[in-house]
């Protein structure tokens, strides 16, 4: 069987596969939906528990650095740009990318970083 016999199985495989699945949608339509909502809701508890902890933790970096970085004791020192941006992405809840730069910039201080939740 050739490229075309393979690729007009896989149509007639579709086309077989798409009808049962027509059938038992409207068979049993409101019973997927529920049965997919179920499925679905402890992925989107974890994900909003997972943004609830990367938030804390971005506040906690944000902080840190504030403290032991921008805030010595002999002279306060302005936030580098990056830090700056980092910062507010972190007020925005963007912290997949201000995580990294603000760890960063704790690691090249030699500042403790603070526990992860």
């Not at 679905?40 to 990367?54: H, L, M, N, T």
């Not at 504030?66 to 002279?75: E, G, K, L, N, P």
């Not at 912290?95 to 090249?108: C, G, H, R």
């Amino acid at each position: 069987m050739g490229f075309n016999g393979t690729a007009q199985v896989l149509v007639e495989a579709t086309s077989v596969l798409g009808a049962r699945w027509a059938s038992m949608y409207k068979q049993h339509g409101s019973l997927l939906a529920v049965v997919g909502v179920a499925l679905a809701s402890p992925f989107v508890a974890e994900a909003r528990e997972s943004r609830a902890r990367d938030q804390a933790y971005c506040s906690a970096l944000t902080k840190t650095y504030q403290r032991y970085v921008a805030q010595s004791r002999s002279h306060p020192v302005r936030p580098e740009v990056m830090v700056s941006v980092a910062m507010a992405d972190c007020e925005e809840g963007d912290t997949a990318d201000a995580i990294p730069v603000l760890e960063q910039k704790l690691v090249n201080a030699k500042v403790k970083l603070p526990e992860r939740p």
